[in-house]
């Protein structure tokens, strides 16, 4: 079960997630992104409650990234051990910007 949080403020946009982000979830918080992303500059992660993160759920961190690119910054904060294992075993942490 992932849950979505998310907190707009003019062109800024925290999403906090906990739970796991995989297969299952990760076609959700696509369709959130995508929903809310138009006129964001500055977009956070806010992982601190993050269980679990799958290929899936990396998959649409890096989508967005390329998304934030275009149009602002991404910043992924709060990593527990485990998410921030996973980003340095596939090379996320080189990609991401990472606090």
Request: aromatic residues 4%; charged residues 25%.
């Amino acid at each position: 079960m992932l849950n979505i949080e998310k907190k707009a403020e003019g062109s800024n946009l925290e999403i906090a997630l906990s739970g796991r982000l995989d297969t299952t979830t990760a076609p959700d918080l696509e369709n959130e992104i995508k929903g809310n992303i138009d006129g964001v500059e500055n977009l956070v992660f806010n992982l601190e409650n993050l269980d679990y993160i799958s290929s899936a759920g990396l998959r649409v961190l890096l989508s967005t990234q390329k998304i934030m690119n275009k149009q602002g910054s991404m910043v992924v904060k709060n990593c527990a051990e485990e998410i921030m294992e996973i980003f340095e075993v596939t090379g996320f942490s080189d990609i991401l910007t990472i606090e």
